[in-house]
């Protein structure tokens, strides 16, 4: 089974709110003997969804941002054992042992919760944003439509998840801008692609229902 070193930059590209890169402070810190974490991955997923494991590998020497290291964990499935010398680049470390002062700023985004339609995961679109006081730890009270979904739809709980707002932000993080307005607020995009607030939306017939 061969495989390669993840660029920890392109998976943020692709998801910047919920895929988290280390900073250039704590990076610039790491010295030979620190331990770092990079993900390893299959060029072709096994039956059951394999691709590889993310794993610890202690620097023995740095070039610039060209590294090599020693494997400090014991793979599952991969063709490697602890000891193994990993040559690899600044792109592929996920994870340092360092504390990251900007961290913090991705706590909101993986810990605040929104109600989500399935319609919304599908399409990767959303143009309806509702919300309602909070219901439970980390719930936001923001409820996510596609705009799209039929009544019998909206009437079916198992047409919804709840994630953190970081996986809605990836697909457009226009919405940053009132994400935390206080509940009771309503919100719509327009023919132009930009949302704008509903000033006259029936909360009586919402709370009621």
Known sequence: MSWYLDNVYDLNKESPYTFYVTSSEVLDKLKVGDLVKLIFVTDKAEDDGYRGDRMWVQITNIK??????????????LPLKIGDAIPFGIENICDTEYQDPNSSEWDFYFDTLVTVSEDVLEKREFNFM???YPNG??????????GYEADDFLSDSENFQI?????ILNFDDSILKFIQEPPLCAYERNDVGEFYKID????DGYLNS
């Open 137 to 146: 730890e980390g719930d936001s009270g923001w409820s996510i439509l596609s």
């Open 130 to 132: 509702l919300r309602d």
């Open 200 to 203: 006259d939306y029936d909360w």
């Open 163 to 167: 994630v953190s707002v970081g996986v």
């Open 64 to 77: 610039g941002k060209k590294f090599k290291g020693k494997l400090n964990n014991e793979p599952h499935r």
